[in-house]
């Protein structure tokens, strides 16, 4: 056994409804999960000790969106995107075409220094989709590599219908559901699909979901980013743990999700990055909808590794207030990944812990763009 004294913190935000935010308090955890929390002044000893230093102490964020495995870059639709030109460049095509010609060490490396990226800005989980492969061996290849960094893996064979299938649409579907899904399962806890304008409709969503969890995956669903796609019913009809994007969403299919237990997540960085409208979290959080953010990193339309920067985003042009918008960072994507043993606090949860070089938390999104995250604890490492 062997205790950690977190102490000096000026504020801990718990996410746990008994513990709450604290100021002046102390946290230790033991083996790796969180064992007290309370005044720093009645806290117990413990092996080793950590100075906050009077900042402030979150929980790890949760990352229950990211692209993050692939090769090559997306600079050229980038400038174009803000020349002005239309989305017209290479798009995920020419991701695809890099991913598939790159070796395993290069994809790994690559993966590495992504991951490194991603705890110095305190996430501490992370979710990984395939879908630049788009074929029966890459696809399962990136499963592979993906699960040698997070157990969150998602099998993201429906992201488009590659070039070779542009006229045979159906036998891409059977191909997905078929020797793809069987060659990619072992390496994947979920499925989604890309259910929007120019990707796939709901019906063939609604089949390729269905073969998935036939083969033991849980579905997760891209809907509602470029238009009302149906994306959203689809999610709450099939239970899904969470519907991402949510861009375009009615009060009808607000009241949808907040009856049923699917997260809407939303994707600040992506609206940021494609100069798109932004969605009004408010209304969301009005009709009582359980709701996550996350980074939705990727090449093409969100190279943001900065939960941080995203939480600003949140704030500023979502209309998050910053409480929200770190619950969502955190509990809401524990949530939308059906985990209760992170993304809080409470005594039990992993010690996954972020110390901030700020005295609260409204800090990450007041200050975009300074690293404000000074020190990263993961329970599990
Ligand atoms: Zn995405």
Same mark, same amino acid.
């Given at each position: 056994?062997?205790?950690?004294?977190?102490?000096?913190?000026?504020?801990?935000?718990?996410?746990? #409804?008994?513990?709450?935010?604290? =100021?002046?308090?102390?946290?230790?955890?033991?083996?790796?999960?969180?064992?007290?929390?309370?005044?720093?002044?009645?806290?117990?000893?413990?092996?080793?000790?950590?100075?906050?230093?009077?900042?402030?102490?979150?929980?790890?964020?949760?990352?229950?969106?990211?692209?993050?495995?692939?090769?090559?870059?997306?600079?050229?639709?980038?400038?174009?995107?803000?020349?002005?030109?239309?989305?017209?460049?290479?798009?995920?095509?020419?991701?695809?075409?890099?991913?598939?010609?790159?070796?395993?060490?290069?994809?790994?490396?690559?993966?590495?220094?992504?991951?490194?990226?991603?705890?110095?800005?305190?996430? &501490? =989980?992370?979710?990984?989709?395939?879908?630049?492969?788009?074929?029966?061996?890459?696809?399962? *290849?990136?499963?592979?590599?993906?699960?040698?960094?997070?157990?969150?893996?998602?099998?993201?064979?429906?992201?488009?219908?590659?070039?070779?299938?542009?006229?045979?649409?159906?036998?891409?579907?059977?191909?997905?559901?078929?020797?793809?899904?069987?060659?990619?399962? #072992?390496? @994947?806890?979920?499925?989604?699909?890309?259910?929007?304008?120019?990707?796939?409709? *709901?019906?063939?969503?609604?089949?390729?979901?269905?073969?998935?969890?036939?083969?033991?995956?849980?579905?997760?669903?891209?809907?509602?980013?470029?238009?009302? &796609?149906?994306?959203?019913?689809? @999610?709450?009809?099939?239970?899904?743990?969470?519907?991402?994007?949510?861009?375009?969403?009615?009060?009808?299919?607000?009241?949808?999700?907040?009856?049923?237990? +699917?997260?809407?997540?939303?994707?600040?960085?992506?609206?940021?990055?494609?100069?798109?409208?932004?969605?009004?979290?408010?209304?969301?959080?009005?009709?009582?909808?359980?709701?996550?953010?996350?980074?939705?990193?990727?090449?093409?339309?969100?190279?943001? @590794?900065?939960? #941080?920067?995203?939480?600003?985003?949140?704030?500023?042009?979502?209309?998050?207030? #910053?409480?929200?918008?770190?619950?969502?960072? +955190?509990?809401?994507?524990?949530?939308?990944?059906?985990?209760?043993?992170?993304?809080?606090?409470?005594?039990?949860?992993?010690?996954?812990?972020?110390?901030?070089?700020?005295?609260?938390?409204?800090?990450?999104?007041? *200050?975009?763009?300074?690293?404000?995250?000074?020190?990263?604890?993961?329970?599990?490492?």
């Amino acid at each position: 056994m062997s205790s950690t004294l977190i102490t000096n913190i000026g504020q801990l935000v718990t996410n746990d #409804p008994d513990l709450g935010t604290l =100021t002046n308090a102390a946290l230790i955890y033991t083996d790796g999960k969180i064992s007290w929390a309370g005044a720093k002044s009645s806290a117990p000893s413990a092996d080793e000790r950590i100075d906050a230093d009077g900042g402030s102490v979150i929980p790890g964020f949760v990352d229950s969106h990211t692209h993050a495995i692939f090769a090559g870059d997306r600079l050229n639709d980038f400038l174009a995107r803000m020349n002005g030109t239309k989305y017209a460049s290479g798009g995920i095509k020419t991701t695809v075409e890099a991913t598939r010609a790159a070796s395993d060490e290069s994809l790994r490396n690559h993966l590495e220094n992504v991951v490194t990226e991603f705890i110095e800005h305190g996430i &501490t =989980t992370f979710e990984i989709k395939s879908g630049y492969g788009l074929d029966v061996e890459t696809e399962s *290849r990136l499963l592979r590599l993906a699960k040698e960094f997070t157990e969150e893996t998602t099998f993201l064979g429906a992201h488009v219908i590659p070039s070779e299938f542009a006229n045979d649409r159906r036998g891409y579907i059977d191909l997905v559901k078929g020797s793809m899904l069987e060659a990619a399962a #072992p390496f @994947a806890k979920w499925i989604d699909v890309f259910c929007d304008n120019g990707a796939f409709t *709901r019906d063939e969503a609604k089949e390729i979901l269905t073969a998935g969890v036939a083969k033991g995956l849980r579905g997760r669903l891209h809907g509602n980013q470029l238009g009302d &796609t149906g994306g959203i019913e689809l @999610a709450v009809e099939m239970k899904l743990a969470s519907v991402d994007h949510c861009t375009y969403a009615t009060d009808s299919q607000l009241d949808l999700l907040a009856a049923s237990g +699917t997260v809407a997540t939303l994707l600040p960085g992506a609206e940021f990055s494609t100069r798109s409208p932004y969605p009004d979290a408010s209304r969301f959080f009005e009709k009582g909808v359980k709701v996550a953010i996350a980074t939705d990193f990727n090449p093409g339309s969100s190279y943001i @590794a900065s939960m #941080p920067f995203v939480i600003s985003i949140a704030v500023r042009d979502m209309y998050f207030t #910053p409480e929200q918008a770190l619950r969502a960072a +955190t509990l809401g994507g524990a949530q939308a990944l059906g985990r209760s043993d992170i993304g809080h606090l409470g005594i039990g949860a992993r010690a996954d812990i972020v110390l901030l070089e700020a005295p609260s938390f409204e800090y990450l999104a007041y *200050r975009p763009g300074s690293q404000l995250v000074k020190q990263v604890l993961v329970g599990n490492l």
